[in-house]
């Protein structure tokens, strides 16, 4: 597969991010969005039963620090970028920072899932606004057109293709390691 030069998405992109888990690891997981044309729902970090998708409006350059080894556990660099319109179309919204007993006596206990709690007087502080995290309630279809896969590195890429035969279900793949500019 010829190397074309990078192109970026725009940046009205929302990007979620998979990570090892039972089902295999996070190339197995993106390969099975891809499949079923879904991101699947959690309750992972949620303080409510309400399944989300989790969704960075991080810019590129915060996504860079956040995309490193020693982060793993949390984050790992295989995932999907989507336009940002098309997301706020089907149900995906900023996520609103609460401290959480305010945002218990704020909202309806049905839109708590929108909340992330922040705790600046905590030690060390409870602080995730970095992430700019969207979330839209239940699964995520993935759009007819413009989703790009996200990988770390051009194997990644090569491999993606090999298990698509060729023609991975998505407009593009970005090696990750080659748009940050690392070795």
């Keep these: 597969m010829p190397r074309a030069a990078l192109q970026l998405p725009s940046a009205a992109m929302l990007t979620h991010f998979t990570?090892?888990?039972?089902?295999?690891?996070?190339?197995?997981?993106?390969?099975?969005?891809?499949?079923?044309?879904?991101?699947?729902?959690?309750?992972?970090?949620?303080r409510t039963s309400r399944a989300v998708v989790c969704l960075f409006d991080a810019p590129w350059t915060e996504l860079n620090r956040l995309l490193t080894r020693d982060n793993r556990r949390r984050y790992e660099p295989f995932g999907i970028a989507i336009d940002k319109r098309y997301a706020f179309a089907?149900?995906?919204?900023?996520?609103?920072?609460?401290?959480?007993?305010?945002?218990?006596?704020?909202?309806?206990?049905?839109?708590?899932?929108?909340?992330?709690?922040?705790?600046?007087?905590?030690?060390?502080?409870?602080?995730?606004?970095?992430?700019?995290?969207?979330?839209?309630?239940?699964?995520?279809?993935?759009?007819?057109?413009?989703?790009?896969?996200?990988?770390?590195?051009w194997r990644d890429v090569d491999e993606l293709y090999d298990r698509f035969a060729g023609t991975p279900p998505c407009a593009g793949i970005i090696p990750l390691r080659e748009l940050f500019g690392a070795a």
């Design 90 to 153: 089907i149900g995906a919204r900023p996520v609103i920072y609460l401290p959480w007993r305010e945002a218990c006596q704020m909202l309806n206990e049905q839109e708590l899932w929108r909340v992330v709690a922040i705790d600046l007087e905590q030690t060390p502080p409870l602080d995730w606004t970095f992430e700019r995290e969207w979330r839209t309630p239940g699964q995520l279809p993935l759009p007819q057109q413009g989703a790009v896969a996200l990988v770390e590195s």
């Design 19 to 46: 990570r090892r888990s039972a089902e295999g690891d996070a190339m197995d997981n993106l390969v099975a969005i891809l499949r079923t044309r879904v991101i699947r729902a959690s309750r992972r970090m949620v």
